[in-house]
């Protein structure tokens, strides 16, 4: 199992969806998201971490909820900020990312975090 793909999985649960791996553990690294209803959907759980198409959804998700996003490269390092100007919360990506999706990923995660201890007070 990648890194990459617990990355994923993470976020998709921290989106609220229950996710598994399908196959044993040691031959596939495949998740799966699975809905509850009178019947189940089995669905790929997006790959935001590698996928800019993917990560953009977490993009989205973080402009909708009226942050401010900020992408940038420098040296070829990427570096993805959010910041909800009525709470102040500003979240990050760590000392820079090999690609954009994983940037986006390690804010997304930052973000929520920071968003659950707001709460929490």
């Excluded at 609220?16 to 759980?45: C, I, P, Q, W, Y």
């Excluded at 959804?57 to 390092?77: D, F, P, Q, T």
């Amino acid at each position: 199992m990648t890194d990459k793909r617990e990355i994923d999985a993470k976020i998709d649960r921290l989106k609220g969806h229950r996710v598994e791996m399908l196959g044993d553990g040691d031959t596939s690294d495949v998740f799966r998201v699975l809905g509850v209803a009178k019947s189940f959907a089995v669905n790929d759980v997006p790959h935001y971490s590698t996928s800019i198409a993917d990560a953009w959804i977490l993009v989205e998700e973080m402009v909708k909820a009226s942050s401010v996003v900020r992408i940038s490269v420098s040296s070829g390092l990427w570096d993805c900020e959010a910041w909800i100007a009525e709470t102040g919360i500003l979240a990050f990506s760590d000392d820079g990312a090999p690609t954009a999706p994983e940037a986006i990923c390690q804010a997304y995660l930052d973000w929520q975090t920071r968003q659950v201890e707001e709460v929490r007070g």
